[in-house]
Each structure stands twice: as C-alpha cells, then as structure tokens.
C-alpha cells in the first residue's frame, strides 16, 4: 500500500519535547522533499518546515519563524522516514501535524499547495499543563 503516515503524537508538557515521523510506504522518499505542516486553532495550515530530498539538486532546510531553534527536520533514507524533533514546545504548539511528500521543493515550503502527490493523515499534539 503507498501511504505516508505519521506517528510520535501525544500530550505533553509545556517545555517537554516529542519526535513524529514521517514514514513512507510503498515508494521511496528519497526522491521527495518533504513538508511538515499543522493545523490549530489559529491557522488551518501552517507550514512548520521543509527539507529537500536526498537526490534533489537543492539542499534545504527551512523551519518556520515560529519554531526555529526549537524544531528541527532529519531524514533517514534507510528507513524511508523523516523526523520532526520539537523541543521546547508551548502551548501554541498543540495541533494536528500533518507531513506531505512531493517532487517540488518549492511547492512543499510554500504549503499553499492543495495537490501533494502524498499526503499524511496526521498525528495529534497536544501541550498542556
């Protein structure tokens, strides 16, 4: 089955940290730059970051303003996963995230693409006291 699913979701402390992965099925990512998006009560989609894949010309790795310093993006090939390490989380970090896969580095950080060739269905944070 081709799928991209998400997991690593959960509830947690404001300060605690979790890592989601982004694992692919059925295809291989290293074709594939991935975004890491979240909804929340504030926006319907914000874009958390992006990296580019393995075998793209481009080398990117972009987080958000709003999460900078405290989220980083890694992949791992061989398992056919990418992460999302959030340290430092705030209580405006609780959403649903959710990951997509697509050849275009451009369309997956600019995230107002509503065609991605893989979509997740998404994992749920939640950061509460």
């Known amino acids: 089955q081709v799928q991209l699913v998400e997991s690593g979701g959960g509830l947690v402390q404001p300060g605690g940290s979790l890592r989601l992965s982004c694992a692919a099925s059925?295809?291989?990512?290293?074709?594939?730059?991935i975004g890491w998006f979240r909804q929340t009560e504030r926006l319907e989609r914000e874009v958390v970051g992006c990296?580019?894949?393995?075998?793209?010309?481009?080398?990117?790795?972009h987080t958000s303003d709003a999460v900078k310093g405290r989220f980083t993006i890694s992949r791992d090939d061989a398992k056919n996963t990418v992460y999302l390490q959030m340290n430092s989380l705030k209580l405006e970090d609780t959403g649903v995230y959710i990951c997509?896969?697509?050849?275009?580095?451009?369309?997956?950080?600019?995230?107002?693409?509503?065609?991605?060739?893989?979509r997740g269905q998404g994992t749920n944070v939640t950061v509460s006291s």
């Open positions: 990296i580019s894949g393995t075998r793209m010309t481009t080398n990117t790795l």
């Open positions: 997509v896969a697509e050849r275009s580095i451009s369309l997956v950080c600019a995230g107002d693409y509503d065609d991605y060739e893989y």
């Open positions: 059925g295809f291989t990512l290293d074709d594939y730059a």
